[in-house]
């Protein structure tokens, strides 16, 4: 296996992942400013677990060495490599946006000009609960972003049973990991700490990549409003969706609709009626906890996940589609619990 953009927080979590798995063996590790070094000087909690030297990505030479490459890569980046990967033969999880939108033009409108279209549609949105046939057959699996996957799978029973009317709003509050390990201003300490703040509301890159795949779900096109708010922890995200139901209906109901929906997923865990979740209790974990309430006062639904935007919202669910595509138990490597406190 390959991680190529091992250095960054969704290469490194995918080592932390890997190192452990029993039946995997990871051959290259690639960097841009850090090639030549070995990964475990950049992160010393992989001395002894993962000591290998970071190269440069030259497509040619690291598939000879693998049959799958994790691509942690910024959008945009990855598209420069994963077409020369597939063409060679080799299965590819990306973990960027460049391939999770079917259409071009929706690529083109909230990026910019896509330059391999021809695996926009051969691409399999990998969120694993929704897509477990087309990943395990995949060559390539489009590894949804964090929002998307803590948002859809937060109300993907309510439109797969045709509950909701008018416009869902998604309310989502996420670590400062969700952004990379970039060197902004925006993101340093002082900035983030003792402080809360909503951005791109509206106008998220994510906006397009949920909407896709609540309309795929629901068999009809679907708008949100999607608010993506920033807050001052370093891994989770917490989405609360208000959603108006088509019928009033009691919470007992409600529950039993989503432990029924997810009944064969060993990842999400739907809590009792009166509780809701908290990022801390996923933390680590490829686990997604979802809470529920109907408040018949003002008849609106409000569903709240939660995930660790790292693991079951980047490189936890990479290595349960890579599960999939291997006929491996789709557990293994992950059933570490969450770090608590
Ligand atoms: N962070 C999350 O929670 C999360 C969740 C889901 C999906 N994702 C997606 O996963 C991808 C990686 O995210 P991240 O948060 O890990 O980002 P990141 O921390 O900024 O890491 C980016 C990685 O890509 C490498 N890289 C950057 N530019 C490159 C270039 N031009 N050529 C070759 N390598 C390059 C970096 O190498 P060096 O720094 O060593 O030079 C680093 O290893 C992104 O597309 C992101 O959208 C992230």
């Not at 290469?11 to 995997?24: N, S, T």
């Not at 929002?147 to 509050?173: R, S, W």
């Not at 919470?251 to 999400?268: G, S």
Request: charged letters at 20%; proline letters at 6%; one cysteine or more.
């Amino acid at each position: 296996m390959a991680v190529l953009g091992a250095t960054g927080y969704a290469g490194v979590e995918l080592l932390r992942i890997l190192v452990q798995h029993p039946r995997v063996r990871l051959a290259v590790v690639t960097s841009q400013q850090f090639v030549g070094k070995q990964v475990s000087e950049v992160y010393p909690s992989l001395v002894g677990k993962c000591d290998l030297v970071l190269q440069e990505i030259q497509v040619e030479k690291i598939a000879s060495q693998i049959e799958l490459a994790f691509t942690a890569l910024p959008h945009e980046t990855s598209m420069d490599v994963v077409p020369d990967l597939v063409e060679r033969g080799k299965r590819v999880i990306d973990l960027s946006a460049d391939f999770r939108l079917r259409d071009p033009k929706s690529y083109l409108r909230w990026y910019r000009p896509h330059k391999a279209p021809h695996l926009l549609r051969e691409a399999i949105y990998g969120l694993t609960e929704m897509h477990r046939k087309g990943i395990a057959k995949a060559r390539l699996v489009a590894n949804p972003g964090c929002y998307p996957t803590g948002a859809v799978l937060g109300l993907a029973p309510l439109f797969a049973e045709n509950m909701v009317q008018g416009t869902v709003l998604i309310d989502a509050k996420s670590g400062v990991t969700g952004a990379g390990r970039s060197n902004s201003v925006e993101l340093s300490f002082s900035e983030v700490n003792e402080n809360f703040k909503a951005y791109n509301v509206g106008v998220h890159r994510h906006t397009p990549e949920i909407e896709q795949e609540l309309s795929q779900i629901a068999e009809r096109s679907i708008s949100v409003l999607f608010a993506p708010h920033l807050v001052p922890m370093s891994r989770g995200i917490l989405s609360t969706m208000y959603v108006e139901p088509k019928q009033s209906l009691g919470e007992e109901k409600l529950i039993k609709v989503y432990k029924d929906f997810y009944r064969q997923d060993p990842f999400i865990r739907i809590l009792p009626s009166g509780c809701f979740p908290q990022t801390k209790e996923v933390r680590g974990s490829n686990d997604c906890a979802i809470g529920l309430r109907y408040d018949s006062r003002v008849r609106r639904l409000v569903v709240i996940t939660v995930i660790d935007n790292l693991v079951k919202g980047a490189a936890g669910q990479a290595v349960q589609n890579m599960n999939l595509m291997y006929g491996f138990p789709e557990v293994e490597g992950l059933q570490g619990t969450a770090l608590v406190p």
